[in-house]
């Protein structure tokens, strides 16, 4: 298996960007696509920390391996390294687009330099915190960019949770005023609501620590979606917010996704 930087650029954000991007065995010998996964770092992080910290190639190295994930390329990268972090979000300010940078930018370049199956039904996002926020947020508001979005220890509520919980100085920058229309737009739950009859809604899979600070949050996202009609597949786990947690448990975000896409073989 191969890990290597992937330089590209940003128009959305007029800038030179890196990711990292792991390739299963066997890609350089063959001519096969693969599914695409990306994997997002919370706040304060970087597109290296899920190797550096969460031990992200010898898991996927193992469940290729024994076959609970099919062959897959992954996906390392940061999330505009703005700030303490950006929440994969356009800014209301005008700060930075980041979620365009996303959209626009890092997947048609993944696209275009790599041999991936350039569909919804084979890309899948997964995030810790931050990037568990933006999992969901980047699948809920963009319909039929993924199928399936995972989400691990995630900041699963409303923009004025965010405001309230981290206390940011840079949060009205963010997403204007907290009652606003902008705001609104990247709340969770009304995004979910509008996405709930949506034939290409992606599949949701979240889990959390019961020691977490993000506990009760997590469990009220998944109380909001089964008031709505919304499936999908929460568990709860002990543990709190930290890389231990989150190393232990991505091996369940990848076995969902793998169930998603099992699921699109039929």
Not at 121 to 140: D, E, Q
Not at 154 to 178: C, H, K, N, Q, W
Not at 187 to 203: F, G, H, I, T
Request: contains cysteine; hydrophobic residues 35%; charged residues 20%.
């Amino acid at each position: 298996m191969t890990v290597r930087p992937h330089p590209f650029f940003s128009g959305a954000l007029f800038a030179r960007k890196s990711c990292f991007v792991y390739l299963p065995e066997g890609y350089e010998d063959t001519d096969q696509c693969y599914p695409v996964i990306y994997l997002l770092h919370g706040m304060y992080g970087s597109e290296s920390h899920w190797l550096l910290k969460g031990n992200a190639e010898q898991t996927l190295d193992r469940m290729i391996s024994t076959s609970q994930l099919r062959k897959s390329i992954v996906v390392m990268p940061n999330d505009g390294e703005y700030g303490l972090g950006t929440f994969y979000m356009d800014w209301y300010d005008g700060t930075g687009n980041f979620e365009q940078y996303f959209i626009y930018d890092l997947i048609p370049d993944i696209d275009k330099h790599y041999r991936t199956i350039k569909a919804a039904h084979s890309r899948a996002v997964c995030g810790l915190s931050m990037g568990g926020f933006g999992a969901f947020s980047l699948s809920l508001r963009n319909p039929g960019l993924f199928g399936a979005a995972a989400s691990l220890s995630g900041a699963l509520t409303s923009t004025a949770y965010v405001a309230e919980r981290f206390s940011r100085s840079d949060v009205a920058r963010m997403i204007g005023p907290l009652q606003g229309p902008y705001a609104q737009e990247y709340d969770l739950q009304v995004c979910a609501s509008k996405r709930v009859m949506d034939e290409q809604r992606p599949a949701l899979y979240f889990d959390c620590g019961t020691e977490d600070f993000l506990y009760n949050t997590n469990a009220d996202y998944h109380e909001h979606l089964n008031q709505i009609g919304y499936a999908h597949r929460y568990q709860q786990f002990p543990g709190e917010h930290n890389w231990k947690y989150w190393t232990e448990h991505l091996p369940d975000a990848l076995s969902f996704i793998e169930d998603y896409f099992a699921s699109q073989d039929k």
